[in-house]
């Protein structure tokens, strides 16, 4: 874990994984603002969180969400066929091949034949930040919908030879006194495949908003007691995007046609 305060009203939370996240919520103790209020994250109906307890959404967290899980490949299953090549062939000299170069042998150079050869394709590395900051009044039928849109997205840039780092974020601020706290979990490196079962609770299930980043709210130590029983207002975009600079927002509500999504350019204004 990574506490950074970007001015006097704003701290920025970052985990390298979803197992740190987890391990820092099971061991931390209430905060001061919380020990004795009520918790969201253990009293959230089944209609607002869709799991009945705490206890099963971490049951979803550690072990993945089957269901949706089922659901996420089929929809992704259009997408994957349409993955580009990750080797070229790329004309290299040598003492073979199908072609000699003249003026090489005549100059006696031995390799003077051309042949082909595959090679990598050069990958971009990419970060995107899937916002899943959503009011209270947002279904949770509405924030399984957004969120399965920017899987689709990261499919679809992984299919044009991006390499995605994805993180989902969350921040919440209170009027007054005014305070902003921002959390940055990581559930995707660069260098990993797509793990759809991984991927499905972390970025799809409301409960890791409405339970589990709750629980960050209850027990994080610098939390105040304005964020009792309201826990916070979403942070917007434009204040996702000014703390993470050089990185690329999915927001929590997506208004652009995935379908039209393709390069990183096509993020504008997403």
């Not at 939370?13 to 931390?28: A, R």
Request: aromatic residues 12%.
């Amino acid at each position: 874990m990574r506490a950074n305060q970007i001015t006097d009203k704003t701290e920025v939370i970052e985990y390298d994984s979803l197992h740190e996240f987890y391990e820092y919520l099971i061991h931390t103790p209430f905060n001061d603002a919380f020990c004795w209020a009520k918790h969201f994250s253990v009293d959230g109906d089944y209609y607002f969180t869709k799991t009945r307890d705490f206890s099963e959404a971490v049951e979803l967290f550690k072990n993945g969400w089957s269901d949706m899980a089922t659901k996420l490949v089929q929809k992704l299953k259009v997408i994957e066929s349409k993955t580009e090549p990750t080797m070229k062939p790329k004309n290299v000299l040598g003492v073979a091949g199908y072609q000699a170069i003249v003026p090489l042998y005549l100059q006696g150079v031995p390799n003077n034949m051309v042949t082909k050869k595959m090679t990598p394709v050069k990958q971009k590395v990419i970060t995107l930040n899937k916002s899943i900051d959503y009011n209270g009044d947002v279904s949770a039928a509405q924030i399984i919908e957004e969120s399965i849109k920017a899987m689709q997205i990261v499919k679809k840039l992984e299919a044009q030879g991006y390499r995605c780092n994805l993180n989902i974020v969350f921040g919440t601020t209170t009027g007054y006194p005014s305070k902003q706290f921002v959390v940055k979990v990581r559930i995707k490196s660069a260098n990993e495949k797509m793990n759809v079962s991984k991927l499905a609770f972390p970025l799809v299930h409301p409960s890791m908003l409405r339970r589990l980043f709750f629980r960050f709210i209850e027990v994080y130590p610098h939390v105040t007691k304005s964020f009792v029983n309201g826990y916070g207002s979403p942070a917007t975009s434009n204040e996702m995007r000014n703390i993470f600079k050089g990185e690329y927002l999915l927001p929590n509500f997506i208004k652009k046609d995935v379908n039209t999504i393709k390069t990183i350019d096509d993020l504008e204004n997403i």
